[in-house]
């Protein structure tokens, strides 16, 4: 699964995510958040803390995650859910992380607090990636891959690389895979439907 985490720019007299919060409230509009572009999970993140903490921010949205980062770590925008390339620069001292937007504390930075831990229910802006084959592709074929993609993301160097750009690597059966997949495009699509959401 790909984790988002919250990451404000440290001009913001802001240190955890009740203070941005409140700030927020406090400033409405005033706020820019990016993202990787219209409909990307950390635009639906942004969308769904917004409006689940009630107040109101400018959605910049970018032609990817890496130019968005770039302009929060210059102060152009204000916060974002970084899809994990940020940790580093936390890390460094030249973003705050305020929270992870997973239902679960994430592994890299496990002293960080979910947003359901500091008030917001079931908050959970997580996606999940996989490996697909075209349909059609023989059974046999879909089952080796499907072993073979299992080993490989049970050696400690994926789970490491994978790790390292905030994700979490879990070795799941292709029903738990599935089941997973409607799961996100379950609770997605009823939420970009409730916004009216459309990508350009």
Known sequence: RVLVFLMAHPSLPVNTAQDFIAYAKANPGKLSYGSAGSGSSPHLAGEMFARQAQFTAQHVPYK????????????????????????????????????????????????????AEVGMTGFDADTTFGVYAPNGTPAPVVTLLHEEIN??????????VIRSIGGESAALSRAEFIAGQARDRERFGAFIKSIGLKVE
């Open 151 to 160: 080993k490989a993301l049970a050696t400690p160097k994926l789970a490491e």
């Open 64 to 115: 990817g995650a890496a130019p968005a980062l770039v302009d929060l770590l210059a102060g152009q925008i204000q916060f974002m859910f970084d899809p994990g390339p940020g940790l580093r620069h936390a890390k460094e001292g030249k973003l705050k992380l305020l929270a992870v937007g997973s239902p679960k504390r994430s592994s890299q930075v496990p002293d960080t607090p979910t947003l």
